[in-house]
Nanobody, 128 residues
Framework: QVQLVESGGGLVQAGGSLRLSCAAS????????MGWFRQTPGKEREFVAA????????YYADSVRGRFTISRDNAKNTMYLQMNSLKPEDTAVYYC?????????????????????WGQGTQVTVSS
């Protein structure tokens, strides 16, 4: 079992930066692929970024690549999302998640259904 709690959301002007944190508790946190997703009202939850348990592999949605950086500190049981050059279209509730589905290919890092544990979300609002 894994429990996840996000923090760090808030209001920021376009072009600004925020760092989100995801604190995890439970067994063998370091062995899970971890991901960030985001969702706005009326839209499907969409993939943002993911990171392997070893920090060797990272994956990004095209819309955030080059602006966002995902990282994790297994000693602290914490995952981070550094968001730079924020745009109004980045406004959403951001969720962290732990991937529970066995590896089937890199594509599945981007799929909501691959993740079995979710946090409550943290609101990010980017003003123009």
């Amino acid at each position: 079992q894994v429990q996840l709690v996000e923090s760090g959301g808030g209001l920021v002007q376009a072009g600004g930066s925020l760092r989100l944190s995801c604190a995890a508790s439970g067994r063998t946190f370091s062995r899970y692929v971890m991901g960030w997703f985001r969702q706005t009202p009326g839209k499907e939850r969409e993939f943002v970024a993911a990171i392997s348990w070893s920090n060797s592999d990272t994956y990004y949605a095209d819309s955030v690549r080059g602006r966002f950086t995902i990282s994790r500190d297994n000693a602290k049981n914490t995952m981070y999302l550094q968001m730079n050059s924020l745009k109004p279209e980045d406004t959403a509730v951001y969720y962290c998640a732990a991937k529970t589905d066995p590896y089937r290919g890199d594509y599945y890092y981007t799929r909501t259904e691959s993740y079995g544990y979710w946090g409550q979300g943290t609101q990010v609002t980017v003003s123009s």
